[in-house]
């Protein structure tokens, strides 16, 4: 099970830490992905990175905003996100999928979800 936090609010230009984390003993073994969603539109794609941590993949929009990592000691990956625009505003979802999807982009890759965590940015 995956367990996003670090939304909040915050001011344009602004910056925030989504945390993504699991208890679960094979969590090395999956890519990591970050979607986001608002309301009335699908779920896009935000970032992505590598069972080892090798290799990441972002959306156009936010490269050089954001950056994914991950602790696989910690059983956790982060989203730095910095530049911070009202666009950005949405509810973040972490999700996993069986290693060697990192590089690809749609939401149906992933076969686990954590519950999301609202992030809004004010102009």
């Known amino acids: 099970q995956l367990q996003a936090s670090g939304g909040g609010l915050v001011q344009a230009g602004g910056s925030l830490r989504l945390s993504c984390a699991t208890s679960?003993?094979?969590?090395?073994?999956?890519?990591i992905g970050w979607f986001r969603q608002t309301p009335g539109k699908e779920r896009d794609f935000v970032a992505a990175?590598?069972?080892?941590?090798?290799?990441?993949n972002y959306a156009d929009s936010v490269k050089g905003r954001f950056t994914i990592s991950r602790d696989n000691v910690a059983n956790t990956v982060y989203l730095q996100m910095t530049s911070l625009k009202p666009e950005d505003t949405a509810v973040y979802y972490c999700a996993a999928a069986p290693s060697g999807r990192w590089w690809r982009k749609s939401q149906f890759e992933y076969n686990y979800w954590g519950q999301g965590t609202l992030v809004t940015v004010s102009s």
């Open positions: 679960g003993r094979t969590f090395s073994y999956y890519d």
């Open positions: 990175i590598s069972s080892i941590g090798g290799n990441t």
